[in-house]
C-alpha cells in the first residue's frame, strides 16, 4: 500500500507543480515590447525600421503616381489599371487604392518614428547617441507627416505611439497652423540635435534645415497664392518665405558637405549617391531579397521593348545596359516641349534611341520602337533581373538653390537659379529687369519642373502655388479644395469615428 | 513458439500461487464449466473471475475453466472483449456452462466518451461506435479513409489520391470560417490533435472509434470539442495467451477512366488555331518558329505524317501504383500484464513515377497490475517515414513535341523554348524534393482504484513530431534554379506537446436503483514548435544539391526561423445518474484557460446537460410488445474551438526587415509586421496590436435524439435533429489606417448549422449459415452565414442588387480572375458568386440586345445576363450561381456472409452539391465541340484566345454522385484442427468500383469549396490481403 501512496503523492505533487506555471507565454520567436529597446542598438535598429518604411513599394513609387502623373510630366500606361488612371484624369476618390496605400504607410513610418521618439527619450543612452537617434527620429515624423499634408492637407497629426487598441482613432488637427507648428518644432529639435553627418539612406542636419525650408516655401507660397485652409497660419506669407530663404541659406552657405554638382551625369549615377547634390536619398540595392530593399523604380519609368536587355547610348560614346521596363509613367509631349532642344537635361538624360550589345541602333521614339522618350534618372547598368539600386532622390541640393532663389526672389537669389542653368547648357539671367518678384517665381517654377522632372515633385509646386489647372487640362472644373488635396482615404472615414 | 511457452508458464505460476493463496485463507467452493458462444462455440480465453477479489482464471482452448471461490454467495464474472459480460451467482453448483452473447448484437457494448466509458443503453448524448472488426478489411493508409460513410454526420471528403494525403472531415458540418473546423482526435484518452491527416496511428492498431458530436458529449473537451470529437480505442493484449497476427495487404491501382488528353494532333493544332485566329492572333500551327524561337508544325505536316512526333505523356509521367502494408502484432494478457505490440510497414507509391511513400509504426502497450489497486500502463507510438515528392508532373504537355532530341533516348531532353520549366523526365532527373517525417507519441498512467467506488487515474501524455524537407532546384529545367543559378532548402519543423491529466471517478449503485457516476479531473497542456529554414542560391557545382547548402553563393544564403508556445489548463467533470434503468441525466462542466487568449478572457466555461429516458422500460411500452428499445434523448451544450486562434494574437508584435546603410545590409526592428499579403492586391498587410479581448469560438448545441429497436433488436433506428449555433468566430478586422495597423483579430461573426440524422440498422437473415445484415445512413446539414461582423470594420461588400453582405472566401481562380466561393449573410457557406449565361449569342443582334458590346457582343460568345438590367454586362450582374453544400449524404453498407464466406459492400452517395467545373470548355473532351458559323451550337462558345472568361453559372455542374466505394471478399479459416494456429483471412477488395454522376470532369468528389481543378481521373484500388492469426 505504501507504493500506491508513494506513487500517488507524486503524481499529486506533479500536478501541483504544473498549475504553479504561469498562463502567459512570453514570445521568443519574435521581438516585441517585452524584449526589445534594452540596448542603444535596439534603438538604432529601431530607426532604421523607420527609415525602411520609406522604402515600402506601396510608398516609394506611389509617390509619382501622384506628383507625376497627375500632372503635366507624365501619363499613366492605359492599362495600368483604374486607381492609377484616376490619377491622370484627376477622378481620384476616397476609395483609391494607392490613395490609401500611400496615407497608410506614411502613418506607419510616423509610428515607428513615434517608437524611436518614445523609447530613446530618457532611457539613459549617453547623449550623443540620444541626440541622433532622437533627431533623426524627429526628422523622419516631420518628413511624413509633410507627405501627409502636401497629399491630403489637414489629417491626424500622430504625436505618440500607436500600441494599444484604444489609440487606434486619431482626431484631426484643427487646422494647418497646428500641423505646421508641430513639423517644424520636430524639425527644429531635429536641427539642434543633429550633426552634418553623412551617410546615405540617413538624414543629418543640413536634411533637417532643407526639409524646413522646403516646408516654409510650401507654405508660404500656398498661403500666398490663396490655396484652401492656408489663411489660417498665422504668420504672413513674407515671413515665411524670409524662414524659407534663413534656412535654405544655412544650407547654401554654412556647409561644406554638400554642394552643387556641375556634372549632370553624376547626380543620377547609381552608384554615386554620395554624390555632393544628395542631401537626403532612399537606400535600396540590388542585392536585397524583396522589393523595397531592392527597387523596381526602373521598370515603373522605362517603356517595354520586348522584354530583352537594351543598350544605351553615353555621353562618352560608350554603352551601357538596362532591362526594359513596363510602360507606366510615360513622358508626355507637353513635358519634352518645355525644354530647349540644346538642354542636356534632354540630350543627356531622355532616351530616344536605343542599341544592341554590338552598338547597333535598334530603334527609336521616331520609328515606334520605343513609345516614348524615357529618363535616364533611374538606370541601373548593374541590374540583376528586375533587381535594381535606383533610388528616389529625396532632398536634392539643386533643389534648395531653388528654394532659396524662390524665398529671396531678388538678385542675391538669382546666381542659383543660373547655376542650374548653366549646368543643363542653357542661357542664363543677367539680371531681374523687367521681372517681378512673382514672375520671377514662376520662372524658377517652370525650371524646377525642367530640373525635377520624374523626381516626385511636379503636382507639389503646381498645389503650393495653386496652378494645378493652369498646366493640366484634366483637372478643369474641380474646386479649388479638391485641386488643392486628395481626399481622406474611405476606410479612414468609415472606421474613425473622429474623422467623417 | 518458446516465447509463448514462457508466458503460459509465468501465467501458470501466478495462477497457483493466487489459488495457494485464496486457499491458506478461506474456504474453497470449486466450479468448472464450459463457455460458449450463442451458436455453440467453445469459447477460450475468456476471463473467469470471483467479483471483488483477484481471484480468477481464463478459459482453455475448449472453453473450459476451473474456478476455486470464496463462497456459495460469490458472484462469478465472465468477460470478454467483443462479448457481453454475465455475471452468476454460484448457489450450490459445482458446474455453470454460459453462453456469452456478441457484443455487436447487444445493447450494452461500452462506449468510450471523453475521460471515462459508459454502457450504450446509458448514453444520452449523441455518440456513435465503430468497432473495427466489424468493418471489412479496407486498405488505408491512414485513418481518415476508414471513417467514410461509418456514422451519420460525419462527411469524410478525399480529394486527393496523393500518397499520404489526408482526407477533409467534418462532423455536423463547419462551424468556423477560419481554417479550424476539423475534429479533435483523442487516442487512448490521449487528445493529439486535428484530424485530417493522422500518419500516426496504423489502422490495423485500431479497435474501435467512437464520434462525440452533440454538445453534451463535447462539452467535456472545452475549447478543443466544438468540432465534434473522434476517440480513437487501439487494440489491446488477447486473452490468455500469446497471440500474433501477421498481416499482409498488396494494392495496385488504375485509373478510374481514360484521361482527357489530345490524342489527335491535327485536331489539336487545328483547334489551337481556330481559336488564336477568332482572338486576333497569329495562329501557331504553321510550320514556323513562334516568337520564342520554337518550330511549331503546320496542320498539314501534322496531318501527312511528315511531323514524327506524338508523344503520349501520360505514359511518360504515370504508372500503376502498388502500395504494400505489412503488419505483425504481438499480443498476449495474463492476469497481471497485458502487452500488445504491433509493427507496420507501409509504402505507398504515387500515380507519378517516382512520387512515393513510405512509414513504419511501431506500436507498443503494456497495462500492468502492479498492485491489487494499482495499474500502471504505457502506449508508446512511433512513426518514421519519408515522402519523395515528384507530383505534379507535366502529363498535359504538348503530344507534338518528344521526350527526347529526335526521340532518342541517349540524346538531350527535348526543351520548348528556353523557359521550358516542366519537362517531366527532366525534372524527375534532376529536381528533389524529400521530406522526411518522424512522430513519437507517448503517453504513461498510472490508476489506483481507492475506494471501491472511487478511481484515481493519472495520464501523461508526450507528443514529438519532426519533420525535414529538403530540396534542390537545377540551373536549368526549373524557374526558382533558373532565376537563381541553382536553389536549394532544407525545412526542418519540430513539435512538442505535453498533455498531463488527472481524474478521480466515482460510480456507485445505490440500493440497487440509483447509478451515479461522477468524473472530476484537471488538465496541463503545454505546446512547443520551434522551426527553421535554410536557403541557398547560386551554386558553383550542382552536384551535392541540397546536401551541402554552403556550396552555395555566401552572400546568398538565408536563414530564418520561428517558435511558438502554447500553455492551457483545464478543470472539468460530469454527473452520469440513472434512474432505474429508466431516467437518465448527464452534467459536464469544462474550464479551460490558455495563453492564447485575451488577458480580459481568460477562463473559459462550457457546461452543458441531456437528458434520456428509457422508455422501454416502462411498462406502458413494454405491453405493446413492438419496442426492445424506444429511448429519447435531449441534449444541449456548449463547447469551444480554439483552433483558428493562433499563438501570441494577444501580444504586441514587432516587425523585421533590413535597411541597407553604410554599404551593407542592416536589422530593422520596430512597431507592426507583415501578417500576411492581401489575396487581391498582393500588398503586405500589417499586423502587431494586441486584442487584450481575443477568445475561443463559441458554439452552442441542441440535439434530440431517439433510439428505436425492434424484432429481438434485428431492426435498429437512431434518428438526431441537431441546432448548432456558433458565434464569436474568430475575423480580422481593418483598423483605421492613420493607426498605422492594418488588421487585428476578434472575435465576430455567427455561423449555423442545423441538420438530421438517420441510422437504419438489419439483420435481415441470420441463420446458422446466412447472415445478411446492412446500414443504411443519411444525414441532412445545413449552413447559414448568419452575421460576419460590421461591414465597415470588416470591408464587407455589398450586392447592388439585393444589397445582401458577403465577402470572397478562398483561392482565386486564374481562368476567371476572380475568387468563385463567397460568405454571404443569410446563405450558406462558400456559395458561388458570378454571372449567369443564356447560352450563346448567334448573331450580333442578339449580343447587343443583350447589353454586350464590343467582342463580347458576337456571335458565338456567351449571352451573360444582365441581372439589373442596365443595359450593361459588368460586375453589378453577379448573383449566387451555385452552392458546393450538399443537400444529404447517403451510406448504404451491406454485409452478406455464408459459412466462412463473406461479401460486404460499402455504397457512398452525396447529393444536391454544386461543383464549378474549372475545365468545362478547355480540355479535348469539350473544346471540340465549340460554337463555329457551321456548328450554331448554345451549348459552348467558339475558341477565342485572349478571351475574357467571366465566372459564371455555365460552369456550375451538379455534383451528385453514387458511387460503390468499397467491395470485399473475405475468407476466414478457424478451427481446422491446429493447436497453434487460430484463424486466418484471405480478403480480395476493390475500391472505388464505379461512381454514377452527371458530372463531366473527372469526379465530382472535390474540396469543401467545390472548385473543380481538372487533373487526373480517381484511382481505383485493388487489394489482396491475408491476415494469419497464431
Redesign the interface.
Known amino acids: 500500500?505504501k507504493?500506491?501512496y508513494k506513487?500517488?503523492f507524486s503524481?499529486a505533487i506533479?500536478?501541483g507543480v504544473?498549475?504553479c506555471?504561469?498562463?502567459?507565454?512570453e514570445?521568443?520567436?519574435?521581438?516585441?515590447?517585452?524584449n526589445?529597446y534594452k540596448t542603444v542598438e535596439?534603438a538604432e535598429?529601431?530607426l532604421?525600421?523607420?527609415?525602411?518604411a520609406l522604402?515600402?513599394?506601396?510608398y516609394a513609387p506611389v509617390t509619382f503616381y501622384f506628383a507625376e502623373l497627375a500632372t503635366d510630366n507624365c501619363n499613366v500606361k492605359s492599362d495600368e489599371g483604374a486607381d492609377a488612371t484616376a490619377f491622370t484624369n484627376w477622378e481620384v476618390t476616397s476609395q483609391n487604392?494607392l490613395l490609401?496605400?500611400y496615407?497608410?504607410c506614411a502613418?506607419?513610418a510616423?509610428?515607428?518614428a513615434n517608437?524611436?521618439i518614445e523609447n530613446v527619450e530618457g532611457r539613459g543612452f549617453n547623449e550623443v547617441d540620444e541626440k541622433r537617434l532622437l533627431g533623426e527620429a524627429y526628422f523622419l515624423r516631420a518628413w511624413n507627416h509633410f507627405n501627409i499634408v502636401k497629399a491630403f492637407g489637414i489629417?491626424?497629426l500622430?504625436k505618440s505611439?500607436?500600441?494599444?487598441?484604444e489609440?487606434?482613432?486619431?482626431s484631426l488637427p484643427e487646422g494647418f497652423q497646428e500641423m505646421y507648428a508641430f513639423m517644424i518644432e520636430d524639425l527644429e529639435k531635429a536641427n539642434d540635435y543633429l550633426l552634418v553627418n553623412r551617410?546615405?539612406?540617413?538624414a543629418d542636419k543640413i536634411a533637417a534645415q532643407a526639409l524646413l525650408a522646403k516646408i516654409y516655401l510650401f507654405a508660404a507660397s500656398a498661403k500666398e497664392s490663396g490655396v484652401p485652409k492656408y489663411d489660417a497660419l498665422t504668420e504672413s506669407a513674407e515671413n515665411l518665405y524670409a524662414k524659407a530663404a534663413e534656412y535654405a541659406e544655412l544650407v547654401l552657405t554654412a556647409q561644406s558637405e554638400y554642394g552643387h554638382d556641375a556634372n549632370l551625369q553624376n547626380i543620377y549615377d547609381v552608384n554615386a549617391n554620395e554624390g555632393k547634390e544628395h542631401i537626403f536619398i532612399l537606400?535600396?540595392?540590388r542585392?536585397?531579397?524583396q522589393e523595397g530593399?531592392y527597387s523596381k523604380l526602373s521598370k515603373y519609368f522605362i517603356p517595354w521593348i520586348g522584354g530583352g536587355t537594351v543598350y544605351l547610348k553615353n555621353t562618352d560614346e560608350s554603352y551601357s545596359p538596362t532591362h526594359d521596363g513596363w510602360s507606366v509613367f510615360q513622358t508626355t509631349d507637353e513635358l519634352v516641349s518645355k525644354y530647349e532642344a540644346t538642354d542636356k537635361r534632354v540630350t543627356e538624360l531622355l532616351v530616344t534611341e536605343i542599341f544592341d550589345e554590338d552598338n547597333n541602333s535598334t530603334g527609336t521614339v521616331a520609328d515606334g520602337t520605343i513609345i516614348y522618350p524615357f529618363t535616364r534618372k533611374y538606370i541601373d547598368t548593374e541590374f540583376e533581373?528586375d533587381k535594381t539600386s535606383t533610388r528616389p532622390y529625396l532632398i536634392r541640393y539643386s533643389d534648395i538653390q531653388l528654394v532659396y532663389a524662390e524665398a529671396m526672389a531678388n538678385a542675391e537669389s538669382l546666381p542659383y537659379y543660373n547655376e542650374i542653368r548653366r549646368r543643363a547648357g542653357v542661357s542664363e539671367l543677367t539680371d531681374l529687369s523687367g521681372l517681378s518678384q512673382d514672375d520671377f517665381r514662376n520662372l524658377i517654377i517652370e525650371e524646377r519642373q525642367r530640373e525635377f522632372a520624374f523626381e516626385g515633385d511636379r503636382l507639389w509646386d503646381l498645389r503650393r502655388k495653386n496652378m494645378v489647372q493652369t498646366y493640366v487640362t484634366q483637372a478643369a472644373g474641380l474646386s479649388p479644395e479638391q485641386l488643392a488635396f486628395y481626399p481622406i482615404?474611405q476606410?479612414?472615414k468609415?472606421?474613425?469615428p473622429n474623422?467623417n | 513458439m518458446k516465447n509463448r511457452f514462457g508466458i503460459f508458464k509465468r501465467a501458470f505460476l501466478v495462477l497457483t500461487l493466487c489459488s495457494i493463496s485464496a486457499f491458506a485463507f478461506a474456504q474453497q467452493i470449486k466450479l468448472q464449466g464450459v463457455v460458449s458462444d450463442v451458436s455453440g462455440m467453445p469459447l477460450p480465453g475468456v476471463n473467469v473471475y470471483e467479483k471483488g477479489t483477484t481471484t480468477g482464471t481464463i478459459t482453455n482452448i475448449d472453453g473450459e475453466y476451473n474456478i476455486s471461490l470464496s463462497s456459495a454467495e460469490a458472484t462469478v464474472v465472465y468477460s470478454s472483449i467483443g462479448m457481453v459480460q454475465q455475471e452468476m451467482v454460484v448457489g450450490v453448483r459445482t458446474t455453470l456452462n454460459v453462453v456469452l452473447e456478441d457484443e455487436m448484437l447487444g445493447l450494452d457494448e461500452v462506449i468510450v466518451i471523453g475521460y471515462g466509458s459508459v454502457q450504450k443503453s446509458d448514453l444520452t448524448g449523441a455518440v456513435s461506435s465503430v468497432k473495427m472488426e466489424a468493418l471489412p478489411m479496407k486498405p488505408a493508409g491512414s485513418i481518415d479513409g476508414l471513417l467514410q460513410g461509418q456514422s451519420a454526420g460525419v462527411q469524410v471528403t478525399a480529394s486527393s489520391d496523393s500518397p499520404g494525403a489526408g482526407a477533409t472531415i467534418r462532423i455536423r458540418g463547419g462551424s468556423s470560417y477560419r481554417s479550424g473546423s476539423d475534429p479533435l482526435v483523442v487516442v487512448d484518452g490521449f487528445p493529439i490533435g486535428d484530424a485530417g491527416n493522422l500518419s500516426q496511428i496504423s489502422p490495423n492498431d485500431i479497435a474501435s472509434m467512437e464520434i462525440l458530436k452533440d454538445g453534451s458529449s463535447t462539452a467535456i473537451y472545452g475549447s478543443r470539442g466544438a468540432n465534434g470529437v473522434i476517440m480513437i480505442t487501439t487494440k489491446k493484449g488477447a486473452q490468455g495467451k500469446m497471440e500474433v497476427t501477421v498481416s499482409q495487404q498488396n494494392t495496385i491501382s488504375e485509373f478510374t477512366s481514360e484521361l482527357n488528353l489530345w490524342r489527335d494532333p491535327v485536331l489539336m493544332a487545328g483547334l489551337s488555331n481556330e481559336s488564336r485566329i477568332n482572338g486576333g492572333f497569329v495562329p501557331l500551327y504553321v510550320g514556323a518558329n513562334d516568337p520564342n524561337g520554337v518550330y511549331y508544325p503546320s496542320v498539314k505536316e501534322l496531318e501527312d505524317g511528315s511531323w514524327p512526333y506524338n508523344t503520349r505523356w501520360d505514359d511518360v509521367v504515370f504508372r500503376n501504383p502498388v502500395s504494400n502494408n505489412t503488419n505483425i502484432a504481438l499480443r498476449s494478457q495474463t492476469e497481471k500484464t497485458q502487452f500488445s505490440l504491433s509493427t507496420t510497414y507501409f509504402t505507398d507509391q504515387g500515380i507519378y513515377i517516382e512520387d512515393d511513400y513510405k512509414k513504419l509504426n511501431v506500436n507498443l502497450n503494456v497495462t500492468h497490475k502492479?498492485?491489487e489497486?494499482?495499474t500502471i500502463g504505457t502506449n508508446v507510438y512511433f512513426t518514421k517515414g519519408n515522402r519523395n515528392n515528384n507530383g505534379g508532373l507535366a502529363y498535359w504537355r504538348n503530344p507534338i513535341f518528344p521526350v527526347y532530341e529526335d526521340n532518342d533516348p541517349t540524346k538531350d531532353y527535348y526543351l520548348v523554348g528556353t523557359q521550358d520549366y516542366s519537362h517531366p523526365i527532366a525534372l524527375t532527373e534532376n529536381r528533389s524534393s524529400t521530406t522526411e517525417f518522424l512522430d513519437f507519441l507517448g503517453a504513461a498512467y498510472?490508476e489506483?482504484q481507492i475506494l471501491s467506488s472511487l478511481k484515481?487515474k493519472?495520464q501523461?501524455n508526450y507528443k514529438y513530431g519532426r519533420s525535414l524537407s529538403e530540396y534542390y532546384n537545377p540551373k536549368v529545367y526549373t524557374e526558382d534554379g533558373t532565376?537563381n543559378n541553382g536553389s536549394a532548402g532544407i525545412d526542418n519543423y519540430d513539435t512538442n506537446e505535453i498533455i498531463?491529466e488527472?481524474i478521480l471517478t466515482f460510480d456507485k449503485v445505490y440500493n440497487d436503483t440509483h447509478k451515479v457516476n461522477a468524473m472530476g479531473g484537471?488538465s496541463?497542456r503545454?505546446k512547443k514548435d520551434p522551426s527553421s529554414s535554410l536557403r541557398a542560391y547560386d551554386f558553383l557545382n550542382e552536384s551535392l544539391g541540397s546536401g551541402n547548402l554552403s556550396g552555395g553563393d555566401p552572400?546568398k544564403q538565408?536563414v530564418s526561423?520561428?517558435?511558438?508556445?502554447?500553455?492551457m489548463?483545464s478543470w472539468f467533470g460530469r454527473l452520469n445518474y440513472v434512474m432505474a434503468e429508466k431516467y437518465m441525466a448527464t452534467l459536464t462542466m469544462r474550464a479551460d484557460?490558455?495563453?492564447k487568449f485575451g488577458p480580459n478572457n481568460?477562463w473559459a466555461m462550457f457546461p452543458s446537460g441531456a437528458l434520456g429516458w428509457k422508455m422501454h422500460h416502462e411498462d406502458f411500452i413494454k405491453n405493446l410488445n413492438v419496442f426492445d428499445e424506444l429511448k429519447l434523448r435531449a441534449s444541449y451544450g456548449i463547447s469551444g474551438n480554439q483552433e483558428p486562434i493562433g499563438?501570441?494574437l494577444i501580444?504586441?508584435?514587432?516587425?523585421?526587415?533590413?535597411?541597407?546603410?553604410?554599404g551593407r545590409?542592416?536589422?530593422?526592428?520596430?512597431?507592426?509586421?507583415v501578417s500576411r499579403w492581401d489575396s487581391q492586391?498582393g500588398?503586405?498587410l500589417?499586423s502587431g496590436?494586441?486584442?487584450?479581448e481575443l477568445k475561443w469560438e463559441t458554439t452552442r448545441q441542441l440535439n434530440l435524439g431517439v433510439d428505436l429497436a425492434f424484432f429481438n433488436r434485428r431492426l435498429r433506428v437512431i434518428a438526431d435533429y441537431y441546432n448548432k449555433y456558433t458565434n464569436d468566430l474568430l475575423r480580422e478586422r481593418?483598423?483605421?489606417?492613420?493607426?498605422?495597423?492594418?488588421l487585428?483579430y476578434v472575435n465576430s461573426g455567427e455561423i449555423k448549422n442545423q441538420g438530421i440524422e438517420l441510422t437504419i440498422e438489419g439483420d435481415v437473415i441470420d441463420t446458422q449459415d446466412w447472415r445478411l445484415s446492412g446500414s443504411l445512413i443519411v444525414s441532412r446539414n445545413k449552413n447559414e452565414v448568419v452575421a460576419l461582423g460590421d461591414e465597415?470594420?470588416f470591408?464587407l461588400s455589398s450586392d447592388p442588387n439585393t444589397g445582401m453582405l458577403y465577402e470572397f472566401n478562398g483561392s482565386n481562380v486564374e481562368a476567371f480572375r476572380a475568387i468563385p466561393n463567397i460568405l454571404a449573410i443569410g446563405e450558406a457557406v462558400n456559395v458561388f458568386y458570378g454571372h449567369k449565361v443564356d447560352g450563346i449569342i448567334q448573331s450580333e443582334q442578339e449580343g447587343l440586345a443583350a447589353g454586350l458590346d464590343g467582342k463580347l457582343a458576337q456571335p458565338g460568345e456567351f449571352k451573360y445576363v444582365d441581372i439589373n438590367e442596365d443595359g450593361v454586362i459588368d460586375e453589378n450582374d453577379r448573383t449566387i450561381i451555385g452552392d458546393p453544400n450538399p443537400d444529404f449524404l447517403a451510406s448504404l453498407n451491406l454485409q452478406l456472409s455464408y459459412k466462412n464466406l463473406d461479401l460486404a459492400m460499402f455504397f457512398n452517395g452525396s447529393f444536391g452539391q454544386d461543383v464549378l467545373n474549372t475545365k468545362a470548355f478547355s480540355e479535348p473532351s469539350n473544346t471540340p465541340l465549340r460554337w463555329t458559323q457551321d456548328n450554331p451550337t448554345n451549348d459552348y462558345p467558339s475558341l477565342r484566345d485572349g478571351r475574357n472568361y467571366y465566372l459564371s453559372d455555365w460552369y456550375v455542374q451538379d455534383g451528385s454522385f453514387v458511387r460503390l466505394q468499397n467491395v470485399s471478399l473475405m475468407y476466414n479459416i478457424k478451427n481446422i484442427g491446429l493447436s497453434w494456429f487460430k484463424r486466418a483471412r484471405v480478403t480480395v477488395n476493390a475500391t472505388n468500383l464505379f461512381t454514377i454522376s452527371n458530372f463531366e470532369g473527372y469526379d465530382p468528389e472535390v474540396g469543401n469549396d467545390g472548385i473543380y481543378w481538372g487533373g487526373y481521373p480517381k484511382l481505383r484500388k485493388y487489394t489482396l490481403g491475408v491476415e494469419l492469426t497464431f
Do not use: C
Not at chain 1, 532604421?48 to 525602411?52: G, H, I, K, N, W
Not at chain 1, 551617410?199 to 540617413?202: L, N, P, Q, T
Not at chain 2, 523585421?656 to 546603410?661: A, E, H, R
Not at chain 2, 496590436?689 to 487584450?692: G, S
Open positions: 500500500m507504493t500506491l506513487i500517488l503524481l506533479a500536478a504544473y498549475s506555471e504561469s498562463l502567459t507565454v514570445p521568443e520567436g519574435f521581438y516585441s515590447d517585452k526589445f535596439d535598429a529601431s532604421l525600421y523607420a527609415y525602411d522604402t515600402l513599394v506601396s487604392e490609401s496605400q496615407y497608410r502613418y506607419i510616423i509610428n515607428r517608437a524611436v489629417a491626424p500622430q505611439l500607436v500600441d494599444e487598441i489609440e487606434t482613432n486619431a551617410v546615405a539612406g540617413r537606400s535600396m540595392d542585392s536585397g531579397t530593399d533581373g482615404p476606410r479612414e468609415d472606421l474613425n474623422i | 502492479a498492485h489497486k494499482l498510472a489506483a484515481f493519472s501523461l532565376f498531463s488527472s484537471f496541463y503545454y552572400e538565408r526561423n520561428g517558435l511558438s508556445e502554447e500553455v489548463y484557460a490558455s495563453s481568460k499563438a501570441y501580444n504586441s508584435r514587432y516587425g523585421q526587415d533590413q535597411y541597407y546603410v553604410n545590409w542592416q536589422t530593422a526592428i520596430g512597431p507592426g509586421y492586391t500588398k503586405k500589417w496590436i494586441p486584442n487584450p481593418w483598423l483605421s489606417p492613420s493607426a498605422a495597423y492594418d487585428m465597415l470594420a470591408g
